[in-house]
């Protein structure tokens, strides 16, 4: 019994030891570790599941609606996330864990698990919490472009790639 207790106050300490004297590899170049993928995902999966309150109300998924939340993906999405005219976005490979790419692998969880993780980003990842940034409206829109994203209507769709290929900001193409 008493080794067991042992055993059990071991392994924090350890694992704190491990953390603290700096063996964890700081890099978010290297490649993604098998087990933490294995792992990370499926806890998001669980712990969001378990937090995101349902949707209050249908999403707009209206034309005009639908684009509202294009703009608002290629402005503050697809750097990280991939657009139509850069399916791998620019910061791909930049991130640890990696930013999903999203045309090729649309976002597969309920709506309202979306916009919990849009509003309030993901701890200790590249994910932002976008509820200290957007309007609750543009959280709603852009949440609805997602769930679109694999059968957009064809002029939202035919704005996209015109969006995508011209960025709004012009800083980026002056350099
Ligand atoms: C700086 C990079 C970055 C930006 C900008 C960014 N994200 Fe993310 N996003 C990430 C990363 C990294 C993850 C993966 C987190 C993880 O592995 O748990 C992620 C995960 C997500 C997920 C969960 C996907 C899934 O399948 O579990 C959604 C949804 C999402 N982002 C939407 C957005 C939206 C919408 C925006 C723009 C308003 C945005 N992201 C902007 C980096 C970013």
Partial sequence: ???????????PIS??????LGLVDPRADIPVNAIERRVAMPSLDAAVERRAPSLP????ESDSG?????????EHCALCHGDVAHPRAALAEALYPRAPQFV??????????NLYIVEHGVRLT??????????QRELR??????ARLD????PVAERWKFQAREPADTSRRAR
Avoid: C, K
Avoid at 2 to 8: M, N, Q
Avoid at 15 to 20: E, G, H, K, S
Avoid at 57 to 60: C, S, V, Y
């Fill in 151 to 154: 059968s957009l209507p064809t």
């Fill in 104 to 113: 090729r692998d649309a976002p597969d969880m309920p709506a309202h698990e």
């Fill in 66 to 74: 639908l684009i509202a939340g294009m703009a608002v993906y290629q």
């Fill in 141 to 146: 829109q852009v949440t609805a472009f997602l």
């Fill in 126 to 135: 590249g994910m932002p919490a976008w509820g200290r940034i957007l309007s």
């Fill in 15 to 20: 694992a704190f030891a491990v953390i603290r």
């Fill in 57 to 60: 109300g249908a999403l707009d």
């Fill in 1 to 11: 019994m008493l080794g067991f207790i042992t055993a059990l106050l071991l392994m």
